[in-house]
């Protein structure tokens, strides 16, 4: 994993912005910019190609879900790796986020060791 | 009310605020809410809907969540701001869908709604319901906090 690569992450709750920031940091990344929904991850998007989207479920305006089937069906994020943060890992959610393209994804509460392991495993080190 | 329904709430309570902050919390032993006084300065509400509706209140004394949060951010929290605030919901919500996990392990499927956060001294927090309210306050090195569960059931 290239530490400079550029992360979009996304939550409507600041606080846990802040605490993946802190544990993405904590990994090696520090090349982050933010946003608070989908709609405005969509926006961050036109602007900015990144490497890594790390986005919350549960979000008003456009949850992480829409926002997963809207880049995966925009020629230029289709491929970029997308990494769903959940408070729930309740069967139905999991099973529509893998069909809709997902990466992995991870169950709040989390540490950074669990967040390294995932984003190895997308990025296949 | 099955009393047994409050213990994934202490479970994932624990498991929550432990991964997050690297704080020990000491569960008290359950008990029925009798008054309507809560028990912290900041509190996180969330409703719980599906075969049975429900709610979750966790309410924190000042020392306790500044001192989890000051954890969680890595960064000294002095006094309970926006960004308290904001962590408090999270918190909720993430107890909850630790404890609906565990929930629907065990054949009970649970969706939750947005959270609320109150904040204030002595503030009220009251369950507008018939059935009972199962309370656990935890202790922490630096102050306590109080969950409150409640299913119409």
Not at chain 1, 58 to 63: C, F, I, L, V
Not at chain 2, 35 to 40: L, Y
């Given at each position: 994993m290239d530490p400079g690569m550029k992360i979009l992450v996304v939550d409507d709750f600041s606080a846990m912005r802040r605490i993946l920031k802190k544990v993405l940091g904590q990994i090696g990344f520090t090349n982050i910019i933010e946003a608070d929904d989908g709609t405005t991850a969509l926006d961050v998007l036109k602007d900015n190609k990144v490497d890594l989207i790390v986005s919350d479920w549960?979000?008003?305006?456009?949850?992480g879900l829409d926002l997963l089937k809207t880049v995966r069906s925009n020629e230029s994020t289709k491929d970029t790796p997308f990494l769903m943060v959940t408070a729930s890992s309740q069967k139905d959610d999991v099973f529509e986020a893998i069909q809709a393209g997902v990466s992995n994804y991870i169950v709040k509460p989390f540490t950074a060791d669990t967040v390294k392991e995932k984003l190895a495993r997308i990025f296949k080190e | 009310m099955d009393v047994k329904l409050i213990n994934p709430f202490i479970d994932a309570t624990m498991n929550v605020l432990e991964t997050m902050a690297s704080i020990k919390v000491r569960p008290g032993k359950p008990y029925l809410k009798k008054?309507?006084?809560?028990?912290?300065e900041v509190s996180g509400v969330i409703g719980l809907t599906g075969e049975v509706s429900g709610t979750l209140s966790v309410s924190f004394s000042e020392t306790s969540i500044l001192s989890l949060v000051s954890n969680m951010f890595g960064e000294e929290m002095k006094e309970i701001d926006e960004e308290i605030k904001d962590a408090v919901g999270e918190i909720t919500n993430i107890i909850s869908g630790h404890a609906r996990k565990k929930l629907e392990e065990s054949g009970r499927s649970l969706k939750a709604a947005i959270p609320t956060v109150i904040t204030g001294k002595n503030h009220t927090i009251t369950h507008i319901t018939p059935y009972p309210v199962m309370a656990v306050e935890f202790s922490t090195d630096n102050g306590g906090f109080t969950i409150e569960v409640c299913f119409e059931e």
């Open positions: 549960t979000m008003p305006k456009m949850s | 008054d309507q006084v809560a028990k912290g």
